[in-house]
């Protein structure tokens, strides 16, 4: 189980990106995602749980908040929360268009760029996040958020080096945040390195407390080192007992999905690489 990584490129890419920019909006908007779940998405991290996070009715969100845009459209909040609303409801392309419109309306306001910068990320605009990110802060005064959704950016691009180096600067920041530690230990599994994955996920699981989006990302790399049980002690550790079932039900499920030689699609895992 768990023998070797993903042949699918792009499936790889998609864990990480689950895991780390869900960071952003969250930081945002106020909002939280969740983890562990199959999904088409590019979001989070290993996947999303984030039923309990997210509005019980997305599409009563997006009604509400497009009458209070279409009364203000040029107001950031009030655009960034509509958007927020739209990718709940799964029209990232939507949420989008909103954020262009209103960055345009609004030129320089940094956090209303972190916003689109974030939506274009989730869309799969991949470079233009990134340069739209880079209006976001300034070397003078860095966001160590934004730096880690500008890694897990370039991750997906393939440059991971790069990636690193983006994660680095966010850590000098925040030394050992554990959001930006999970990001770079999921680079090291883009690049199929599995120890120093390991090593520094088990950072991140160190100090990132009862974080669960952390602790199945360890869990999901020890897991694909072949080491199921000791994966599993990870997953189920010190919950509630209903939780830690589900849990271990979602670690199995994405097992025998490897074991059938089909690649588990990683998604939205609510912000482990975000401030809550």
């Not at 989070?44 to 908040?65: C, F, H, I, K, Q």
């Not at 960034?80 to 709940?88: K, M, N, S």
């Not at 954020?99 to 760029?113: D, M, R, S």
């Not at 916003?115 to 739209?132: C, P, S, T």
Request: net charge positive; aromatic share 6%.
């Amino acid at each position: 189980m768990f023998r070797q990584l993903p042949k699918g490129r792009r499936q790889a890419r998609r864990l990480l990106f689950a895991v780390s920019s869900a960071i952003l909006m969250s930081g945002l908007c106020g909002c939280q995602t969740a983890f562990m779940a199959d999904s088409q998405e590019v979001t989070g991290a290993l996947g999303d749980n984030a039923a309990a996070n997210r509005p019980s009715d997305p599409r009563r969100e997006v009604e509400t908040y497009r009458t209070r845009y279409r009364d203000n459209p040029k107001d950031p909040g009030v655009a960034l929360a509509y958007a927020h609303a739209l990718r709940a409801a799964g029209e990232r392309s939507q949420a989008v268009a909103i954020l262009e419109q209103a960055a345009i309306a609004n030129p320089g306001n940094k956090t209303l760029l972190a916003g689109y910068g974030r939506a274009l990320a989730d869309n799969g605009n991949f470079k233009q996040a990134f340069d739209v990110l880079s209006q976001a802060h300034s070397p003078d005064d860095p966001d160590w958020r934004i730096l880690s959704v500008q890694g897990t950016a370039l991750d997906q691009m393939g440059r991971h080096d790069e990636a690193r180096q983006y994660y680095t600067n966010a850590l000098k920041i925040v030394p050992d945040e554990p959001t930006v530690l999970s990001n770079l230990g999921l680079s090291y599994v883009l690049s199929k390195d599995l120890p120093r994955a390991e090593e520094t996920l088990r950072r991140a699981y160190g100090r990132a407390g009862k974080d669960a989006r952390v602790r199945m990302n360890l869990a999901f790399v020890i897991g694909m080192q072949g080491r199921d049980a000791e994966a599993e002690s990870i997953a189920r550790a010190d919950l509630p007992v209903e939780e830690a079932t589900a849990n271990v039900a979602e670690l199995k499920r994405l097992m025998s999905r490897r074991d059938k030689g089909r690649n588990p699609s990683v998604g939205n895992i609510v912000a482990a690489s975000r401030p809550g």
